[in-house]
């Protein structure tokens, strides 16, 4: 379907754009962007007055739990989500059952998300064999499977000569290594964040260090080695502080932040409510006043949900024996939204840190509406207020901390290589 998005906001950070603009796509790729354009013939026109026209958004960090717990969520029913959420592109990771750490799990990947087609699925490698921590992926097995980073995201890689070798190996491939910073010694019995409110909960906390001193030892091999270095999930003022000193020395470093981290202090856990276990844990609010603050000002490069579906076996028990983890595609631009009501955000930077940021820390060829591209756009109303209902959701799992939530505005039209994979008000028939 060859569409004529007319009389947007037309945001994309890629190219220094915003401004009122239509945006044309024909055969699947970006045709024409400009002021006034003649529609072409055959083509539907959307009137877009009022609404943001950005780049297909972009999440590098998603758990869609397949091969092997398709119960909680499949790839299907993952890119489902996202495309409601106006994702275009997303990264998996490989916490699989079998562990995507060999060709024939990634080509099973790719495989399924093909047959979906409702977004483009990115796998990440295992760093490690079965996550173990012990022996090298075949790293460059799985850049040839087409797998964008390495990571044993759900795990740390703990031991610092198997980092060392990582991220020598993984630099002949430049390939991104994503670390889930995490202190195994000082997580270990933990479910939420060390604080007053953990005290208040009668619950056994894990401290900023948990999380400060893996990065500040990883930061140390990484000027070792001169690896591509990506801070998974940052959550701490003091990750912040490191991130940025890296960066000021020209260290290869880059970083995200969940919506929930931007939202949710620890003392949404004092509900016992299991949506809100989550790891890293949520932090104190000068924590997320200081992930706030670096995501403004470039520090942290981008925002990924960190999607992390759970069924009601692994949520509906003692907060303390809740797998961790929540759902995010589908509330994420309403969240972001609200920072911009905030004003802890301006428009711009939020749709740079969903589109370019994230593309630019694993170095996607995506995010971006440039003439020739493939037409991944998002159309997203700002004002479409709405309350949060996972119920309703197109994710197999419901564990959401925000339910119930007024949420400013939301994606309303999501295009993937030029097909209409998510029109939430038949904005094109």
Known sequence: MDLHLRRGRVIDPANELDEPADVVIRDGRIDRVGRDLATPSGA????CDGMVVAPGLVDIHVHFRDPGFE?????????AAAAAGGFTTVCGMPNTKPV????TVTDRMLARAREAGLARYLPIGAVTKKLEG??????????EAGCVAISDDGMPVWDASVLRRALEYARGFDLPLIQHAEDPTLSQGTCMHEGPAATRAGLPGQPHA???????????????????????????????????????????????VTPHHLHLTDAACCGYDTSTRVNPPLREQSDVDAVRAALADGTIDAIATDHAPHSSIEKDVEFAYASPGLIGLETSVGLILKLVEEGVLDLPTAIARMTLGPARCLSLDVGTLSVGAPADVTVVDPTDAWKVDANAFRSKSRNCPFQGWELPGRAVLTVFEGRVVHDLRKLTT
Request: net charge negative.
């Open 44 to 47: 539907v026109v959307v009137d």
């Open 71 to 79: 119960y909680k969520e499949d790839i299907p029913s993952g890119l």
């Open 100 to 103: 995507n750490d060999q060709r």
């Open 134 to 143: 012990k022996e090298l992926a075949e790293i460059g097995e799985l850049h």
């Open 210 to 256: 948990c999380e400060d001193g893996m990065i500040a030892r990883d930061l140390e091999i990484v000027a070792l080695t001169g690896g591509r270095y990506h801070v998974a999930h940052l959550s701490t003022a003091g990750a912040v502080r490191l991130v940025r000193d890296a960066k000021a020395r020209g260290l290869p470093v880059t970083a995200e």
